[in-house]
């Protein structure tokens, strides 16, 4: 894939679904450094999209670099606001969201918007998903894993981004979170 990614590059270094898909690649390839760069080029050939934004601030965090994460957030968060404004019923942008302002330090709106998600979309895949993200990065582990059995009982777990992504440190041994893997690669 790396050959296609470079090859759709070099043919339009503006096409954003290359810089965007390609770091998200090599995020689940566990290359967040790679990752990092590619997702800040997909933000510069799209500044009106959020997402890249917020998964940069994602790999910088799981580089452990809080600054480059706390930068990346701050770009992001203005293009959630405005991405929201124009559609309210986005819960991937409320949950992208979330887990943005809690990295700029607002933890209240944070649990707004992740909680807007949630309202929007209870049994949504994604919305489980990142909304477990959300609470297990934020020490929240049973409330995490409520959401995490819930997301894994709908399939496709995704190992790889899990195995490489620091919102799963806290729970990522945890008992009850290995079980649920366990029954979801089974099933």
């Known amino acids: 894939a790396t050959e296609q990614f470079e090859r759709a590059i070099e043919m339009d270094p503006l096409l954003y679904e290359a810089w965007y898909l390609f770091a998200r690649s090599r995020f689940a390839e566990g ?3 790679e990752a990092a760069m590619l997702f800040e080029k997909a933000a510069e050939v ?19 670099d809080t600054d480059k994460a706390v930068t990346a957030a701050e ?48 049994d949504d895949i994604s919305v489980l998903h990142n909304s477990g993200c959300y609470f297990a990065a934020t020490g929240d582990i049973k409330r995490a894993l409520d959401l995490f059995e ?33 029954k979801a690669r089974s099933d």
């Open 31 to 33: 290359k967040p450094q």
């Open 46 to 64: 799209r500044p009106d999209e959020y997402q890249a934004s917020c998964l940069a601030s994602t790999a910088y965090t799981a580089l452990g």
């Open 150 to 182: 819930k997301r894994l009982a709908l399939g496709d777990i995704y190992q790889a981004w899990i195995d490489n992504d620091s919102d799963f440190d806290s729970i990522r041994d945890h008992p009850r979170f290995l079980e649920m893997l366990e």
């Open 75 to 122: 770009k992001a968060l203005p293009r959630l606001e405005r991405h929201l404004s124009l559609n309210p019923e986005d819960t991937r942008a409320w949950t992208l969201g979330a887990c943005i302002l809690e990295d700029l330090g607002d933890s209240e709106r944070a649990i707004t918007w992740v909680e807007k998600a949630l309202s929007i979309a209870p």
